[in-house]
């Protein structure tokens, strides 16, 4: 007889993200499933409005990486107006993600992820939590506190807000960076790369206590996508797409965003509302989209450059390829990606406030519509996002279409609960330990609140034991 | 005495205001002697709890878990607080609602968007049906304050917090949620 396992937020109360495990007649994981529960529609909703809106209103998609968005979507607008940005407004928006790199890294570490690796996967539930970080490690604590909000003062400081900013538009930047607030930025920088460098210090020196984490956490072989620069240096903001296999072999070179449809296509689902990119030239018409599983975000984006075009994060990144042994395949790593991410961002940003051309007063091209139709792309803290517009003449959107980070990560997501599931539970007895398992290989990912899953921190679970009749025969729930 | 129990829940939104209320960076350890955060997205493993003081709810009412959440949060919560523009006028969550009938934007979205395999998603017991119109949460639960903003910043949501949790509930609404 099969069963149905399905890991639950409680009541479905957080209800954004669940997951099902099904178990074969002899209690074994034969299949394992995520399942993202929220719907808000931004593809259909943006048709009709118009372009110079789409930055403000698209950040309103998530707001953990709302410049993502505004920096796609600003792109897509540059390109609609056919202009050439001002090179000041380039090297601002660069800062502005590199701030967001900051932050949105360091609340995946240091608010949602420290607590397991530094409490433990195994550390009682109710403590293993920011807060439960706060009483146990305030001093670590507090740091990555100031980090995060280091990051998030680099947003406010060129586009207006910490959280959904005004000053990222079509053309630019709405209005240009003061030396005095560069200074400020300037000052709170070298205890931001001290406490960076400290948390990469205490994360390898953890590494050796996960060795099970690392070889089961999605550890499997798959091509990793992310923006590089032609000189294949690490790349967030322009670039072209840059493809490689499980073995660090490069499968694709030079394909503009814009042409993201040549490789990449969406399968839908029953059970999410979370589509599934794929990696089009590896699944034949009715292959499993399985076959062209990729993935985004810091761990891609390591394997995919060949230096992170700045010295202390170069030596990091060979230590990172050392402990990996070359192309890093295993989710577990991402964690430690985000790290050396953090680490390169605070270096690269030094160089741009360090350039005196960062606070010229010339940051927004003016024009009209000239193109009807542009994508535009920029690397979200969790892996390549695509905004691709469709306008009238009066630059009113008539398509819209947005292939969100997270999404593309759906199908590994997926491959790494199945081998988490696989390699901790054993017959139909679950262990209480494993659920928390499950969403660690979740969390690796840092799948993004409101983008896609919608699972900030722990997902509250209940596992059912469900009979092949849908009849409840356990229920285990972790609180 | 015991300190109130605090908590914060998140339905249709974009995380947003759960963002804003980080950007209270170091104050979050003034929080922490100030109030027991006993349920939160970022905090907690439980099942909303019995006997909460004060709950902030981001988000609208989108779809029937988010309806669930709302009601067994006001049934469990003394004060709550619709929490940032989409809570308080479905804001951004409700710009679907004049597109009509959900169905037909996701027949759009899940069966015309994907390459292949287009299909409605409907598991049942896994994704929520969506609701008609996405609502603000005064209509769905009755709500005891507003907090403007999208969102608020972290400074007018410690303002209003730290109100709250001292009892000084009339001045909220006229001095210390002001926008802007
Ligand atoms: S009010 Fe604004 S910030 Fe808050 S959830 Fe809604 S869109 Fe996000």
């Given amino acids: 007889m099969s069963e149905v396992v399905v890991i639950d937020p409680v009541t479905r109360i957080e209800g954004h993200a669940k997951i099902t495990l099904a178990l074969d007649g002899d209690g074994r994981v034969a299949d394992a499933r995520f399942h993202v529960t929220e719907f808000r529609g931004f593809e259909e909703f943006c048709r009709g409005r118009p372009v110079w809106e789409m930055p403000s209103l698209t950040a309103r998609t998530c707001g953990i990486c709302p410049v993502s968005h505004l920096l796609a979507s600003a792109k897509t607008g540059d390109a609609i107006m056919g202009v050439t940005i001002p090179p000041a407004a380039v090297k601002l928006r660069r800062l502005v993600n590199l701030g967001q790199i900051i932050q949105s890294h360091s609340l995946s570490f240091f608010h949602l992820s420290a607590p397991d690796l530094l409490l433990g996967m195994d550390a009682d539930p109710t403590a293993r939590n920011i807060f439960g970080l706060m009483a146990a490690e305030p001093e670590l604590a507090r740091r990555g506190i100031r980090l995060r909000s280091f990051g998030q003062s680099v947003i406010e400081a060129i586009a207006g807000r910490k959280v959904h900013s005004p000053g990222i538009v079509p053309g630019g930047i709405a209005s240009p960076l003061s030396e005095e607030t560069r200074d400020g930025l300037r000052a709170r920088l070298p205890e931001a790369q001290a406490t960076i460098t400290d948390a990469l210090t205490l994360f390898t020196g953890l590494l050796d206590r996960f060795h099970r984490e690392v070889r089961a956490f999605g550890s499997f072989p798959s091509l990793h996508m992310g923006l590089a620069n032609p000189a294949g240096t690490w790349e967030h903001y322009d670039g072209h797409l840059r493809v490689v296999d499980a073995g660090g072999a490069v499968v694709v070179e030079g394909i503009a965003p814009a042409d993201y449809r040549t490789i990449i296509g969406e399968a839908g689902r029953h059970d999410s509302y979370l589509k599934s990119p794929y990696f089009k030239p590896l699944v034949d018409d009715g292959d499993d989209p399985d076959a062209g599983a990729y993935r985004v975000g810091p761990l891609a984006r390591l394997n995919v450059c060949t230096t992170m075009g700045v010295p202390t994060a170069d030596d990091a990144l060979a230590e990172f390829r050392e402990r990996a042994g070359g192309t890093a395949n295993s989710s577990f790593f991402y964690h430690y990606a985000r790290l050396i991410e953090i680490l390169a961002a605070t270096e690269h940003l030094a160089a741009l406030l360090d350039d005196p051309s960062i606070t010229d007063s010339r940051v927004r091209a003016h024009a009209g519509i000239n193109h009807v139709h542009a994508v535009g792309a920029s690397e979200a803290p969790r892996g390549t996002l695509f905004h691709e517009y469709t306008v009238d003449d009066h630059g009113i959107l008539t398509d819209v279409n947005m292939i969100i980070a997270t999404g593309q990560n759906n199908l590994a997501m997926n491959a790494t609960i199945l081998q988490i599931a696989r390699e901790w539970i054993d017959g139909p007895t679950i262990p209480e330990g494993v659920l928390n398992r499950v969403e660690a290989g979740i969390r690796a990912f840092d799948p993004c609140l409101s983008c896609s899953t919608h699972a900030l921190g722990r997902l509250p679970m209940v596992v059912e034991l469900v009979d092949a009749a849908g009849a409840t025969i356990d229920q285990f729930r972790r609180d | ?180």
Avoid at chain 2, 29 to 51: R, Y
Wanted: charged share 25%.
């Fill in chain 2, 1 to 180: 005495m015991n300190k109130p129990r605090f908590a914060t829940v998140w339905l249709g939104g974009c995380s947003g205001c759960h963002m804003s209320f980080l950007d209270m960076d170091e104050w979050l350890f003034e929080l922490a002697e100030l109030v027991d955060v006993v349920h939160s997205p970022i905090v907690d493993v439980k099942e909303f709890p019995d006997g909460v003081d004060i709950t902030l709810v981001e988000g609208a009412v989108a779809n029937e878990d988010n309806v669930e959440v709302a009601r067994i949060v006001r049934s469990r919560s003394r004060i709550v607080v619709a929490f940032g523009d989409c809570a308080v006028s479905t804001n951004v969550t409700g710009m679907r609602n004049p597109l009509g009938d959900p169905q037909s934007i996701l027949e759009r979205v899940y069966i015309q968007g994907p390459d292949r395999d287009g299909v409605i998603p409907a598991a049942e017991g896994i994704v929520p049906p969506l609701l008609p119109e996405v609502l603000p949460l005064h209509k769905v639960v009755p709500v005891d304050y507003y907090m403007p903003g999208c969102p608020p910043t972290a400074a007018e949501i410690r303002r209003a917090v730290e109100t709250l949790i001292a009892g000084r509930l009339g001045h909220i609404v006229t001095e210390d949620l002001r926008r802007g």
